[in-house]
């Protein structure tokens, strides 16, 4: 098997540091897009603009047929004895052909969805000045700032994020951040967070049932259960003055188990299906929920962690909740033996979580699969993996996840 010595991929980009650990950064709060829009800019500055070629207009198409969209499932009749195994197998394809889908009736309260969407606007009404004391000190993405502060000269993002831990109790217990203002933030978010994870496990379960295994097999797979947890990220991104220069978080795939996202009601997600930019619809009540990297590599690619987008917009803004469901941090994640067989032998080597998702959180978002690291190479027989031509590989490749 290949050695990823990831000291020689494009994570190199970063600092040189311990595989594995995380690097300081330092939040410069005069550069948060919010800052910047406050004090009235009609500009969009440099760092943020992106070429012709990579912008919305350039890369959308503007006659999707309507009825190429993401999944939306009814979960309500997901435990009924007659009708259960219809929304496993909604799901299980969902994740198959499109590694999105948004649930509806899914047993969440719609009294705490709006409260954690209630917090995610009070963080942000918040002076800078008290917006700050929660700045990130690493890396990890916890606390207030963006993703990749840790690198210049690289393209921005037109969001400004507050990562922590909203789950399980271990995590929240341990995190180098306490939100103390609002104060009812860390109850709301404690709350929600436990309950995301109780929709994860579901998901995860159901994921299981349709690929016809047991109901914990693929919570197993990510070491002891409670030591599980969800990272939560609120995004916000700002009215843009020239939407169309810009990504709202540009092109990529997550790293965790599932992501479990809350729309506020405002467009701007959108997945890559078939070379296409399709837009999800924001349904405030819905959840959408994504295939991350680790179920990919444990399904041995059966269950596909899609690229996807956020694109920005010139008008109130929008605001997100990102709930990333990852394993246990000592778990070592490869493709599941149920998923393998001879003529489709395992498609990526096995890798310890933590040093997946700490080297994964230094690359900046790009045209990179990150995932692609840790792909056993192609061999001539037996091998299902579709390799892709020399030039592209490693690359985006859409026809690669649309098989
Ligand atoms: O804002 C959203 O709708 C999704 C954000 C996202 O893709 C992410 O946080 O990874
Ligand atoms: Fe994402």
Redesign the pocket.
């Given at each position: 098997m290949r050695k990823v010595d990831m000291t020689e991929t494009s994570a190199s980009r970063a600092p040189v540091t311990r595989k594995g650990s995380e690097l300081p950064v330092s939040v410069d709060t005069t550069k948060m897009v919010q800052f910047l829009v406050e004090k009235g800019l009609t500009e969009v500055p440099p760092e943020f603009l992106l070429p012709k070629n990579l912008r919305p207009s350039s890369t959308r198409m503007k006659n999707i047929p309507r009825t190429f969209q993401i999944p939306v499932i009814d979960m309500a009749k997901l435990n009924h004895p007659d009708f259960g195994e219809n929304v496993v197998r909604e799901i299980g394809r969902a994740c198959e052909e499109w590694g999105f889908f948004q649930v509806i009736n899914h047993g969440f309260s719609a009294e705490l969805m709006q409260g954690a969407m209630q917090m995610c606007g009070e963080f942000f009404a918040l002076p800078m000045e008290e917006k700050k004391l929660y700045s990130m000190k690493t890396s990890s993405g916890i606390g207030y700032g963006r993703r990749m502060a840790v690198k210049e000269g690289v393209r921005v993002d037109w969001v400004d994020r507050l990562g922590f831990w909203s789950a399980s109790e271990e995590h929240r217990k341990r995190q180098p951040l306490d939100v103390i203002c609002p104060a009812a933030f860390n109850a709301t978010m404690s709350q929600y967070g436990d309950e995301i994870l109780k929709l994860a496990h579901v998901i995860l379960s159901a994921l299981s049932r349709h690929a016809g295994l047991d109901g914990n097999y693929l919570l197993d797979r990510l070491g002891e259960t409670n030591t599980a947890g969800v990272r939560t990220?609120m995004?916000y991104?700002p009215p843009c003055p020239q939407p169309d220069l810009v990504m709202?978080?540009g092109q990529?795939a997550?790293g965790s188990v599932l992501?479990i996202?809350q729309?506020d009601g405002t467009p701007?997600?959108e997945v890559l299906k078939d070379g296409l930019w399709v837009p999800i619809p924001a349904i405030p009540e819905a959840f959408?929920i994504n295939v991350g990297d680790q179920i990919q590599m444990i399904s041995n690619e059966r269950y596909k962690s899609v690229v996807?987008r956020?694109v920005a917009g010139n008008g109130s803004g929008?605001k997100?909740i990102?709930n990333f469901f990852l394993p246990n941090w000592e778990t070592v994640v490869s493709p599941a033996p149920r998923f393998c067989t001879r003529s489709n032998p395992a498609r990526y080597q096995p890798v310890k979580f933590s040093e997946y998702i700490t080297e994964f959180m230094k690359v900046p978002l790009g045209e990179e699969r990150f995932v692609d690291l840790f792909k056993v190479p192609a061999r001539n027989e037996g091998n299902q993996y579709l390799i892709s031509a020399e030039g592209t590989k490693g690359k985006i490749c859409p026809q690669r996840f649309s098989d």
């Open positions: 990220g995004n991104y709202g978080i990529h997550d992501t996202v729309q701007g997600l959408v996807h956020v929008r997100s990102s």
